[in-house]
């Protein structure tokens, strides 16, 4: 019998030389796909997070505790203007009885009676008073608040020096009329300060101009209404 050949192998198909063996074959362009789709998901997210919200926690908070601070203090310009006015008819009426009474220059007029002093005194103590336990507020309200606490203050204090030249012997009390009057002076001049930033605040919250002046006398050094209208 003749001797048989060698058996050869048969060669794979085609389609498992690719795989290796006859396995699923990974295309290209489904590789390209599979990649795309997941950096796609991570850049996605990332952006939706920044799309979201891009501060960090610490910045976030640091925006919202500015922006309750704006409405607080907007809230403090209004609550101070009603207060300032209301404080400015108690007080008016004295300031310009003061102001015939301690005229800026010149020589003062005929002492006042006691009784009148001890209104003054009344009310000048009331408008003190108004100004105790003060609300937390921005720097912009508190300069503006201080300024007319501060005002009022002084004029307590010259109704008090004047109270004392009432009584003081006829010697000293030219001395204590003239201090009475500076103190006056200084009074209506620092309660103007505090009246001109009240009047600038408002304007930046959107109220327009809002004036609370104390009446000045002619020759006294101090900051009055610009004339605007009201609200305007």
Known sequence: MPPRSPSRARPLPARARATGGGGFRWRPVVIAAAVALVVGGLIGGLVGGAVADPRSDTQRRIDELQVAEVKRDADQVVALTDQARRILELLGPAVEQLATALPPKGAPGPLVEQGKVDGWKAVTRKGVEEFKDPPSAGTAVNIARGSLAGGARQLDLAVDTYAAAVKAPEADRAALLSL???????????????????DQLNVDIGRGHQHAFLPSAPGQEAMTSDGSKEGE
């Open 180 to 198: 009475a009057s500076r103190q006056r002076d200084l009074a209506v001049a620092g309660w103007s300060v505090g009246a001109t930033q009240l």
